[in-house]
């Protein structure tokens, strides 16, 4: 008995393989992964030329393999590096599209403005001559005002337009009343009385209205792309935990380590991977999403009759027909405003200024509201843009699983090539918490993706508040954009002054929005602008 047990266990010993999956007895080569391994900038030292017994190793199964333990650590930390590698460059090109965005629109805005001015000081000239001529410096420090509003200084649009009026009705009726003696206090005086004398008839009141929605709404939507960019940055420097390194490895390179080089990741067992990697990032969905939402909304704000283009390009016709309102009625004007500030002194210039006031009067022809296309496709990139968070783990895996005819069965599932049985985990930190590839605890989310995710909540509220009309301070705004205030005015371009600020007279250019997460590709080969292509979407 004892005999027939040893016979059988001799022969079992000589028709078992001996390792790997080929069942030969002879032990294999390890020149593909010697080669795979000089090729990532690795030295052969130490590197074996047959399979050796894989007890050694801590992430890798620990079958018969031609890794060493350094080996498995320097491909170990080769795949975290990758990866980073990939995050970052997906994270650079979103960075890269919405700065373009926010370069474009905020030009745009520019060249609205610069439009508008240059328009008022051409019909202006021609229509008020004199009028105009001797008190430009109202008119440009309006613009100059509205110009440093939009770039993110500490601007009260309120205040810019109640002191714009006020100097106008004093220079209006300095210049219709030349004949007399007029001094500062007499002025002041008069600038009080607009708000009973209401000079200008109800173009102030809704001069106002409009010019402060429409412009909180812009500089309110272009501090949303600043802000986005900025949130996209910081998170793409995040690096991967320990955890998650271990796990890409096992994904990666432990099939080379195992003679299967050829071998690529079941699609389950990836996104398992890469939603385990990049949780705390998913997390940004619900407010990345709301943020984007309101945005939307706002850029509805831009078309139509009282979109940015309309408002903006009629400001000198609006205000050309309040002077014109002020100079039919200066008569009576001037009577209210005798008998509140008092009379005047003659002694001035001996012509009349009403008179000559009413000699330059040209009805201004509105010949602006067709100069610039409306600002079109916002609305369809930010809806693109919205799920970019959670879509990272299926952009980064789809060119690195197996596909095809019985790829379910033959795949590496991270222990060998066979189907992958458990379930796809959800999106986000919570739902992590049964990842059977990567470790994480759940109750220490990432710092910094959690005050990025407060940095959204915030501006999605600022939004919400300039969609009700609200201005939006926005020089406390936190860590997210250089230095103080909005970041996006430098000295030169937030200078007081009349002069005109040099335009960007192109439309603005609409910039592929690549959420476009890159490709990590399974052996080394990484396709990052294969994906890109996937969310290439017309900006601005």
């Given at each position: 008995m004892d005999s027939l047990i040893i016979a059988a266990l001799a022969l079992c010993s000589l028709t078992a393989p001996a390792h790997g999956d080929k069942g030969t007895s002879k032990a294999r080569s390890c020149s593909d992964i010697r080669q795979f391994y000089?090729?990532?900038?690795?030295?052969?030292?130490?590197?074996?030329?047959?399979?050796?017994?894989?007890?050694?190793?801590?992430?890798?199964?620990?079958?018969?393999?031609?890794?060493?333990?350094?080996?498995?650590?320097?491909?170990?930390?080769?795949?975290?590096?990758?990866?980073?590698?990939?995050?970052?460059?997906?994270?650079?090109?979103?960075?890269?599209?919405?700065?373009?965005?926010?370069?474009?629109?905020?030009?745009?805005?520019?060249?609205?403005?610069?439009?508008?001015?240059?328009?008022?000081?051409d019909t202006f000239t021609a229509t008020w001559g004199l009028t105009y001529s001797q008190n430009s410096q109202v008119f440009s420090d309006l613009y100059t005002d509205l110009r440093q509003y939009c770039r993110g200084s500490n601007v009260n649009l309120e205040e810019v337009l109640n002191e714009f009026w006020a100097r106008l009705l004093e220079k209006l009726f300095y210049q219709a009343n030349r004949q007399n003696v007029i001094g500062e206090d007499y002025l002041e005086c008069v600038s009080k009385q607009i708000e009973t004398l209401r000079p200008f008839g109800d173009i102030p009141r809704a001069m106002k209205m409009m010019v402060t929605r429409t412009f909180v709404s812009a500089r309110s939507f272009i501090r949303g792309l600043v802000v986005s960019g900025e949130v996209v940055r910081k998170v793409s420097q995040v690096q991967l935990s320990q955890e998650c390194m271990r796990a890409m490895m096992r994904m990666t390179y432990c099939p080379h380590c195992r003679g299967m080089s050829s071998a690529r990741p079941c699609a389950n067992y990836c996104s398992n991977v890469m939603k385990g990697c990049l949780a705390n990032q998913a997390d940004l969905n619900t407010e990345w999403r709301h943020l984007a939402e309101t945005m939307m909304q706002v850029a509805g704000r831009f078309d139509g009759p009282s979109g940015v283009d309309a408002v903006v390009l009629s400001l000198p016709s609006r205000i050309s027909e309040a002077m014109l309102t002020m100079t039919d009625n200066m008569e009576?004007?001037?009577?209210?405003?005798?008998?509140?500030?008092?009379?005047?002194?003659?002694?001035?210039?001996?012509?009349?200024?009403?008179d000559e006031m009413k000699r330059?009067?040209?009805?201004?022809?509105?010949?602006?509201?067709s100069t610039l296309p409306q600002v079109s496709d916002v609305t369809v990139r930010l809806r693109d843009l919205q799920s970019y968070w959670v879509s990272l783990p299926s952009l980064l895996c789809s060119d690195r699983v197996a596909t095809g005819t019985g790829a379910e069965e033959k795949c590496w599932n991270g222990m060998s090539r066979a189907r992958y049985l458990p379930e796809v985990m959800g999106d986000g930190l919570a739902s992590q918490i049964n990842n059977p590839e990567v470790?994480?605890?759940?109750?220490?989310?990432?710092?910094?993706?959690?005050?990025?995710?407060?940095?959204?909540?915030?501006?999605?509220?600022?939004?919400?508040?300039?969609?009700?009309?609200?201005?939006?301070?926005?020089?406390?705004?936190?860590?997210?954009?250089?230095?103080?205030?909005?970041?996006?005015?430098?000295?030169e371009t937030c200078s007081k002054g009349p002069r005109l600020v040099e335009p960007i007279t192109d439309r603005p250019v609409h910039y592929p929005y690549p959420p476009e997460n890159k490709k990590v590709k399974a052996g080394a080969r990484i396709h990052i602008f294969d994906i890109f292509v996937i969310f290439v979407i017309p900006l601005l």
């Open positions: 000089s090729g990532k900038g690795f030295a052969l030292d130490g590197v074996p030329q047959f399979e050796i017994s894989g007890e050694h190793l801590r992430i890798c199964p620990q079958g018969y393999t031609c890794c060493t333990s350094d080996m498995e650590d320097s491909l170990a930390v080769l795949s975290r590096r990758e990866m980073e590698g990939l995050l970052k460059e997906a994270g650079r090109s979103l960075h890269t599209s919405l700065t373009g965005q926010y370069k474009a629109f905020d030009g745009y805005i520019l060249e609205l403005i610069n439009r508008s001015a240059i328009s008022l000081q009576t004007i001037n009577s209210k405003l005798f008998q509140a500030c008092g009379n005047l002194r003659e002694g001035g210039t001996s012509s009349t200024g009403v330059g009067r040209v009805t201004l022809m509105n010949l602006l509201l470790e994480i605890d759940i109750t220490k989310p990432d710092m910094t993706i959690r005050q990025q995710i407060m940095q959204l909540k915030i501006m999605t509220h600022r939004l919400k508040n300039a969609l009700n009309g609200q201005d939006v301070d926005f020089q406390d705004t936190s860590d997210d954009v250089s230095g103080s205030g909005s970041g996006m005015c430098t000295e």
